[in-house]
């Protein structure tokens, strides 16, 4: 079922690795996934660059999520390559390979929190099983700064999941995705199920971070305004395959239906003037009035 | 190959130092100088990143921690080290990461205190359950059509059908050892011919519906609360009230009802396979023919055995669904609960139906039913 190794013995490679300095992060070439009869995807490829935000839109049930689940090994698909880091995730394992899960971070739709342990301890989970030599003051500190970072206050590194709402769950969850400093960042749906202010909160933190920490974001989304604000490309799933990557102007331009929808109707309209008005200065709250 | 993040403590003019960090300055490396860094015990003025390969926030929160605790600037920091210094200095990193524990001279009156109110609360909690159970079936009883006849047979299916082939197997052995073991002791005083009352007897009164109960307890008793408590969790309980279902009529009731059922019915199949059991193993081991020894359970046995076995087994079915559904509706938080409530649920109706056992021996001894 899982590509990711189980077994103590299989998960046995260096976790340590030259930054990526490849253009390509990310490379899917010609993947089919299917459930029984129920094909998901065929023949699907897909390009991403290292340092930008690139946005998965699709209607439900295209299988977005099928796709980030094969990219991170959660599935594997029944034909096709997918490589990550210029690594194989699909192919076996090969000499010099290192533990690529240490240099990506996953937020998944729920937040997927481990509800025994505090938000830091859960951001200090991955830290203790990659870096056991870590010291506790350092890997404390390094937990409570990651809090910050995603935005939280302090004192919410000490709380239970089940204190924390919705939308801190998301952000918590955003604090164990970047526990290891990640290369990559995976997003589903970050900001479905937060109020415009919080969603835009998140967009700005999500840009924000790809700036600063230097990250490339693969980001699953259906909010037209984290498309138009943060997304240096998109991609639309359709069909079973990617029929187009680019930005949005150049998805417009493709004429295909199901895109011209989804951009052109009203809600798509109405988050394209929010950002033409951001962009001509006269609404800098532009996200709030967006949706 | 691993590397390492370095550093030199370069002493300057006025007794602190220069601190010369070089290497990869990442999380992966800082591990060990980071110990080395926090015992250095000397004042540090300078903190120099110039020889620093490769940095990311964990390297710059620790600069930017020694610096701050030292009041000493950072010096030959680039742009990208600059960026990530600016980004991690606003948090403080201290305090705690999880909500302190106390001492084991507070937890042990602490949880004697909770074991005591608990047991307040639990009483309070299943007669208030209890009551909610038996208004609901009251209720189903004046407005029938509301009964979820479906819920019920498939909760019928479950306690019972799926449950014959493993309470057979067990009892078709307890069968066999209580014939086996018995009859070793009985041939000490030539009343080897006993054993056929021994099994048959304990069979209908005791053990055929113990061992059920034991079974459905941990079969169907803990089904009951990891599937209500995850249905807690999930908010489909609340789900249901908003939608104007009562989660005791939908969930609670045919689970009862089944397990009220089915414990006779389990109970006295458990008991007519233990007679088989005993029979096979009498025919092989102790020379008396199966038949012979079935047709002597018609002599031997009193009806009333069957009845207290009859009797007994609808009350132990209640205790083990009430048990099940209660500790079940009782799930908040996580997942944890959920395992910790299906213990319980388990342990108490197991524990339950012994003791509701010995006072049923006891009873139908003085009604005569010896």
Redesign the interface.
């Known amino acids: 079922m899982s590509d990711i190794p189980d077994t103590p013995q299989e998960a046995e490679l ?3 690795a030259p ?1 990526y300095e490849g253009e390509h992060p990310i490379v899917v070439k010609g993947v089919r996934n299917a459930f029984g009869d129920n094909v998901v995807h065929d023949n699907l490829s897909l390009t991403v660059n290292r340092g930008e935000i690139l946005g998965v839109v699709g209607g439900s049930g295209t299988g977005k999520s099928v796709l980030l689940r094969a990219i991170i090994g959660l599935q594997t698909p029944q034909e096709g390559s997918i490589e990550v880091l210029g690594q194989s995730i699909t192919g076996g394992r090969q000499e010099g390979d290192v533990d690529i899960r ?1 240099r990506w971070g996953v937020l998944f739709q729920g937040g997927a929190l481990f ?2 342990l ?1 938000v ?2 859960n951001v ?1 989970v991955p ?1 203790k099983e ?2 056991p ?3 506790d ?2 890997r ?7 809090v ?2 995603s935005g939280l206050p ?2 919410a ?2 709380k ?3 204190e924390l709402s919705g939308g801190m769950k998301k952000r918590a969850g955003l604090a164990r995705a970047l526990a ?2 990640p290369e990559l960042l995976f997003l589903d749906e970050p900001t479905a199920g937060l109020d415009p202010i919080g969603a835009a909160a998140f967009d700005g933190l999500t840009r924000e971070l790809k700036e ?3 990250l490339t974001v693969f980001l699953i989304t259906h909010d037209l305004d984290t498309l138009y604000e943060i997304c240096d490309r998109v991609a639309v799933l359709a069909d079973r395959q990617v029929i187009a990557v680019g930005t949005i102007p150049e998805l417009i331009a493709t004429g295909h239906p199901w895109i011209e929808e989804y951009f052109n109707g009203p809600r798509g309209r109405a988050a394209r003037a929010s950002v033409e008005r951001a962009s001509a200065g006269r609404d800098p709250g532009r996200r709030e009035g967006g949706m | 190959m691993r590397e390492w993040a370095q550093f030199s403590a370069e002493p300057s003019d006025d007794g602190a130092v220069t601190l010369n960090l070089s290497g990869p300055l990442t999380v992966s490396s800082i591990g060990p100088i980071d110990r080395e860094l926090r015992a250095l015990g000397q004042r540090v003025a300078r903190v120099d990143l110039s020889g620093v390969s490769e940095i990311d926030t964990v390297g710059a929160w620790t600069a930017w921690r020694i610096a701050r605790d030292n009041g000493a600037e950072i010096a030959g920091a680039d742009d990208r080290a600059q960026r990530l210094i600016d980004a991690v200095k606003e948090a403080k990193g201290e305090g705690e990461v999880a909500p302190p524990r106390p001492g084991v001279v507070e937890r042990v009156p602490e949880a004697v205190g909770e074991l005591v109110t608990g047991w307040g609360t639990g009483t309070v909690g299943v007669v208030g359950f209890l009551g909610a159970v038996l208004t609901s079936l009251w209720y189903l009883a004046r407005h029938p059509s509301k009964f979820r006849g479906k819920a019920m047979v498939r909760q019928l299916e479950l306690v019972g059908v799926s449950a014959l082939g493993i309470i057979g197997l067990m009892s078709f052995l307890v069968g066999i050892v209580i014939a086996q073991q018995g009859a070793v002791q009985l041939e000490q005083f030539g009343a080897q011919i006993y054993t056929i009352n021994l099994t048959g007897r304990l069979a209908m009164r005791e053990l055929g519906i113990l061992m059920t109960a034991i079974m459905v307890a941990g079969r169907s008793g803990s089904a009951f609360a990891a599937q209500i408590g995850t249905m807690r969790l999930t908010e489909e309980v609340d789900a249901m009230r908003t939608i104007g279902v009562s989660p005791v009529e939908a969930l609670i009731v045919p689970r009862v009802l089944a397990a009220v059922l089915m414990m006779p019915l389990l109970g006295i199949y458990a008991a007519i396979v233990s007679i088989i059991g005993g029979a096979f193993i009498s025919a092989f081991a102790l020379d008396i023919p199966f038949f012979t020894f079935l047709s002597r359970i018609q002599e031997v046995v009193p009806l009333t055995d069957v009845w207290v076995g009859m009797i007994k087994a609808p009350f132990f079915g209640l205790i083990i669904a009430m048990a099940g559904c209660y500790q079940g509706m009782q799930v908040k938080g996580n997942a944890e609960e959920v395992g910790l409530r299906t213990t319980l649920a388990v342990v108490q109706a197991i524990f339950m139906v012994i003791v509701l056992d010995a006072f049923f021996a006891v009873f139908f001894t003085n009604v005569g039913w010896g």
């Not at chain 1, 404390?140 to 990651?146: L, N, Q, S």
């Open positions: 260096p976790a340590v930054h240490s509800s025994t505090t830091a301890e200090e830290l990659f870096y030599e870590i010291g003051a350092l404390h500190e390094i937990a409570r700064y990651k910050m970072l302090e004192d590194a000490a239970y999941p089940a290891l400093d600063t920490l230097g």
